[in-house]
C-alpha cells in the first residue's frame, strides 16, 4: 500500500510529503511516516498538525486512523496534545544533528574491522606528517590564479603549469631529460599501467570481460620480487609477465630475451631494496636498443634515500627508451592521486589516446596545486623534512635490532620506506603470524615473488618486508618494541 499526502503550507507551516508504505496497516504506516517526519525535522518542534479529519481525508484513511497514529506519537513523546491547543510537534522532539544521521546510515553498513595496533607494513608515508598548511597555501594561490580556461574541460595531457614543474624538478632531483610536451599526468603508477597495457573493463553487453587495449604488448619482463597488485593489474588486461631474476645488483637484466617491454624498480628495487648496478643500467639500454623494446622505470621512491649518492633515473641515459613514471604516493600522500609518464616522443600520442578525450582521472586543481607546490619549494622541503624522519626511524629500526635480534640481517635500508629483515629458512611464515597475533601487520617476503620464478634462478630466501613510515611518531617505539619480540631466536638463544 502507498498512499501519500502533500499538505498545504498554510495548515502546519511547511510542505510534507507523507508516504504510507511499508509493512502493516494504515495506522502503522502513517505512525512511522509522522515520527519519521519529525525525527528528520521536516516537521519542526512547535508545529501544530491538521485536525483528524482533514488528514483522514487526504489521505483516504477513517479518522480512528489519524487519531490512533496521534496518540501513539503522543505516548513516544514526538507529539503533544492540549485541549484547545491541538496536536503539535513536541519541543523537545529534536530533529537528527547531521552526525547522528551519519551515524545511522552507517550503522546499516558492515562494521570496519578494527585496525592493527602497530601497521608497519610497506606502502604509505606517514599519514600524520601531510603538509597540510602548505599544501593549503598552494591550493589557494593556484585557484586564486589559475586562468578561466582551467575550469574548463581538462586537458588529457594534464596541465602545462605542472608538466613544466616536473620537467624542472625531475631534471634537477632525479636526472630526468625531458620537456612538457612529453609528460602526461596521471593518477599514479597503477593508473600509468593501465593506460600502457589496457585494463578489463567489466563486462560487456554479451556478458564476456571486456579489455581496453593499451599502447604496449606484452610478454612484459618483470623483477622476480615484485608488488603483486601490478602483476594482478597486468593479468587482467591479459598481459604475460615474465620474472627476471634478482641478485645483488638488481635485476639479471642479461636473461632478457624476446621480451617486448621490462618493468624495473632501479632506484630501489621493490621490495628487496637494492639500485640497479651501473653496468645492469647499461646493459638493458643496450638490449632495449638492439630489439627496439622499452625501459618501464618506477621510480616509486627515488627521493627517500639515505646513506649513498643519488641514484639519477635511467631515463637519463636514453629517454628514446626509457618511460619514467613516478607519483606523489609515497612523497606527499597515495591519497592525492596524481602521478606523471615521462615518455619517449613516439608513445605520447597513443598515451594520450588511450587517455580519451577529457582528463578523467586527475583533478585540475590538485594539478595546478601540485605545481605550485613545486615551484614555491614546498615540495623541496617537504621532502627533506620527510627523508630525515625516515631516516631517523630507519636508525632507530636497525639500532633495535642489533641490541635485540642481532642475528638477523637488514637489507636494503639505504633508501626507501621499508626494509627487508633475513629471517633464518622456514621461519618467515610463522613470524608473520606471530606478528599478527601482537597486533602488527607486515607481510612476509613470499607474497611479493612471482608465481613463476624458480628455484634455480632465484633461490626462496625467508623475510619480512618492515614499513617503518606508517606508525605515528609517537607509537614507533612500542611498534619496533612488539617487532623484536616476534623474531625468530638466533641459535645461541635457543641454546
Ligand atoms: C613498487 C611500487 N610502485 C609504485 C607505487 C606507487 O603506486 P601509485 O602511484 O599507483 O599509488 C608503489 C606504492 O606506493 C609501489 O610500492
Redesign the pocket.
Known amino acids: 500500500m502507498v498512499k501519500s499526502w502533500v499538505n498545504s503550507a498554510e495548515r502546519i507551516g511547511a510542505d510534507l510529503h507523507l508516504e504510507l508504505s511499508g509493512p502493516g496497516g494504515r495506522r502503522a504506516a502513517l505512525t512511522r511516516a509522522l515520527r519519521e517526519a519529525v525525527r528528520s525535522g521536516r516537521l519542526a518542534p512547535g508545529t501544530r498538525l491538521p485536525p483528524y479529519r482533514s488528514l483522514a481525508a487526504d489521505l483516504g484513511v477513517a479518522r480512528n486512523t489519524v487519531a490512533d497514529a496521534y496518540a501513539e506519537l503522543v505516548a513516544e513523546g514526538w507529539l503533544t496534545a492540549r485541549q484547545g491547543a491541538g496536536t503539535r510537534v513536541a519541543e523537545r522532539a529534536e530533529p537528527l544533528r547531521p552526525a547522528e544521521r551519519v551515524a545511522r546510515r552507517t550503522r546499516r553498513t558492515p562494521p570496519r574491522a578494527r585496525g592493527p595496533r602497530h601497521d608497519l607494513r610497506q606502502?604509505t608515508p606517514d599519514a600524520s606528517a601531510f603538509p597540510r598548511a602548505a599544501w593549503l597555501a598552494s591550493y589557494r594561490r593556484a585557484l586564486q590564479q589559475a586562468p578561466n580556461e582551467a575550469f574548463g574541460p581538462g586537458d588529457p595531457a594534464g596541465r602545462v603549469e605542472l608538466r613544466e614543474a616536473l620537467t624542472e624538478y625531475l631534471a634537477r632531483a632525479r636526472g630526468v631529460r625531458t620537456e612538457p610536451g612529453r609528460i602526461v599526468i596521471c593518477s599514479?603508477?597503477?593508473?600509468a599501467l593501465r593506460l600502457l597495457f589496457g585494463q578489463d573493463t567489466g563486462k560487456g553487453g554479451s556478458g564476456s570481460r571486456s579489455v581496453s587495449r593499451g599502447v604496449l604488448r606484452g610478454p612484459l619482463a618483470v623483477e622476480g620480487y615484485g608488488?603483486g597488485f601490478h602483476r594482478e593489474l597486468l593479468a587482467a588486461a591479459g598481459v604475460r609477465t615474465v620474472p627476471l631474476p634478482l641478485d645483488e645488483d638488481g635485476a639479471r637484466v642479461d636473461r632478457l630475451v624476446r621480451e617486448r617491454a621490462v618493468l624495473l624498480?632501479p632506484a630501489h628495487q621493490?621490495p628487496t631494496g637494492g639500485p640497479l648496478g651501473p653496468e645492469r643500467r647499461a646493459a638493458v639500454i643496450d638490449w632495449a636498443r638492439a630489439r627496439g623494446s622499452v625501459i618501464l622505470e618506477?621510480d616509486?621512491d627515488g627521493e627517500f634515500r639515505y646513506d649513498r649518492k643519488p641514484v639519477g633515473a635511467v631515463q637519463g641515459l636514453d629517454p628514446e627508451r626509457v618511460i619514467f613514471i613516478g607519483?606523489v604516493?609515497?612523497s606527499l600522500s597515495?591519497a592525492v592521486r596524481l602521478?606523471w609518464m615521462v615518455l619517449p616522443e613516439r608513445y605520447v600520442d597513443d598515451v594520450l589516446v588511450a587517455k580519451g578525450e577529457r582528463e578523467a582521472w586527475a583533478s585540475v586543481l590538485d594539478q595546478l596545486s601540485l605545481a605550485d607546490f613545486i615551484v614555491s619549494g614546498a615540495y623541496d622541503r617537504h621532502v627533506r623534512r620527510m627523508r630525515q624522519r625516515y631516516r631517523s626511524r630507519r636508525d632507530r629500526l636497525v639500532a633495535a635490532l642489533a641490541e635485540h635480534a642481532p642475528h638477523i640481517e637488514v637489507t636494503g635500508v639505504a633508501a626507501g620506506l621499508h626494509a627487508v629483515l633475513r629471517l633464518p629458512a622456514g621461519t618467515e611464515r610463522s613470524t608473520v603470524k606471530a606478528a599478527t597475533w601482537q597486533g602488527i601487520a607486515l607481510d612476509g617476503l613470499a607474497g611479493f615473488r612471482h608465481p613463476e620464478a624458480t628455484e634455480t634462478d632465484m633461490p626462496v630466501r625467508d623475510g619480512l618486508v618492515v614499513g617503518f613510515a606508517t606508525p605515528p611518531e609517537h607509537a614507533f617505539g612500542a611498534a619496533l618494541e612488539t617487532l623484536c619480540g616476534v623474531l625468530p631466536p638466533g641459535a645461541e638463544q635457543v641454546l
Open positions: 606502502g599514479g603508477f597503477a593508473h608488488l624498480t621493490f618506477d616509486y607519483s604516493s609515497k597515495p602521478g
